[in-house]
């Protein structure tokens, strides 16, 4: 079982960057894809971005590209969204989670953790 635990969220004006922490519990970190979602206010969850188990591959959603770095530090236990140019619309309660395959779909992710909100201002 792995626990999944984010931090890094706040409010941030419109241009601005944050970078989300998702912390991990275990010693089989490396044995899972991970990925970050996020949810807005009245929208359903959505898929922002994925990291192969080494690093070697990441995927992003195309309203992110260019904008967002997703990475893991393996040592740590610990996989980060680096977020900059922020816009409105990437106001959400944000998510990670682990799959043991490298997706995009929320139906293949195992294990959740409890989100931290991103709101940014105009």
């Known amino acids: 079982q792995v626990q999944l635990v984010e931090s890094g969220g706040g409010l941030v004006e419109a241009g601005g960057s944050l970078r989300l922490s998702c912390a991990a519990s275990?010693?089989?970190?490396?044995?899972?894809?991970m990925g970050w979602f996020r949810q807005a206010p009245g929208k359903e969850r959505a898929f922002v971005a994925a990291?192969?188990?080494?690093?070697?591959?990441?995927y992003y959603a195309d309203s992110v590209k260019g904008r967002f770095t997703i990475s893991r530090d393996n040592a740590k236990n610990t996989v980060y969204l680096q977020m900059n140019i922020l816009k409105p619309e990437d106001t959400a309660v944000y998510y990670c989670?682990?799959?043991?395959?490298?997706?995009?779909?929320?139906?293949?992710?195992?294990?959740w953790g409890q989100g931290t909100q991103v709101t940014v201002s105009s």
């Open positions: 989670a682990a799959t043991r395959t490298y997706a995009s779909k929320m139906s293949e992710y195992d294990y």
């Open positions: 275990g010693r089989t970190f490396s044995t899972y894809a």
């Open positions: 990291i192969s188990k080494f690093g070697a591959s990441r």
